[in-house]
């Protein structure tokens, strides 16, 4: 079985620049999550989505971040612009909905606003 | 709030030894309680989950135990081996389909 799929895995912008990540969740996965993670820190979840809805974006700044998962599959999370402070490992996790507590992650993309 | 505190300083133990990180967590009453391991550069891997009425549960050589009146969980890990040198980190049912997780506390375990 393929895991979660992230990419890319490295990027590096200037601030007030935009990026975005693309993440492939495990096949038959209705749930899939992005999280940032800080350096030191562990993951904080900034959306959730169950098949194309949203169903927790409290955490998500979205005056610069908006996410969007197109036919229940893949999913792309935007910043724009970015500021310093989400310099960050971005996290993609799915899980399916009879075994929804385990999230399955993928390698992250480590972002760097300079 | 909710908040989940794991030790943030590093442990350092002797192959075969056994490892022991703490959770606490304030501020609710988590129906379960999970334990997540990552590696540097990778996702966190899911590794074991323990209900609210578990005092302890085993899976190979890993034990968790759960005090719900001390708030508190106890991950052990047995007969330890430099491959299991990474970050631990425990995570919460934070209400609706939220999950917290704590910062993690590193394991360093030398041959």
């Known amino acids: 079985e393929a895991g979660v799929a992230q990419s890319p895995r490295y990027k590096i912008i200037e601030k007030r620049q935009s990026v975005a990540f693309w993440c492939n969740p495990i096949?038959?996965?209705?749930?899939l999550y992005w999280y940032q993670q800080i350096l030191g820190q562990g993951p904080k979840l900034l959306i959730q989505?169950?098949?194309?809805?949203?169903?927790?974006d409290s955490q998500l700044p979205k005056d610069r971040f908006s996410a969007e998962r197109l036919k229940g599959v893949d999913s792309t999370l935007k910043i724009q612009p970015a500021k310093l402070e989400d310099s960050a490992v971005y996290l993609c996790?799915?899980?399916?909905?009879?075994?929804?507590?385990?999230?399955?992650f993928g390698p992250g993309t480590r972002l760097t606003v300079t | 709030s909710q908040k989940i505190e794991q030790n943030s300083e590093a442990l350092n133990i002797q192959e075969g030894k056994t490892a022991t990180l703490t959770c606490n967590y304030t501020?609710?009453?988590?129906?379960?309680l999970q334990w997540y391991r990552q590696d540097p550069g990778r996702g966190p891997v899911f590794l074991l989950l323990?209900?609210?009425?578990?005092k302890e549960k085993r899976k190979e050589r890993l034990k968790v135990t759960f005090d719900t009146t001390l708030k508190q969980s106890l991950f052990h890990i047995t007969a330890s081996q430099p491959a299991d040198s990474a970050t631990y980190l425990c995570?919460?049912?934070?209400?609706?389909?939220?999950?917290?997780f704590g910062a993690g506390t590193r394991l360093f375990v030398k041959a």
């Open positions: 501020n609710y009453s988590p129906a379960y």
């Open positions: 323990i209900r609210e009425n578990e």
């Open positions: 989505f169950q098949n194309n809805g949203v169903v927790d």
């Open positions: 096949s038959g996965h209705a749930t």
């Open positions: 995570a919460l049912p934070a209400g609706g389909f939220k999950t917290i």
């Open positions: 996790a799915s899980s399916s909905q009879t075994v929804a507590y385990e999230q399955y």
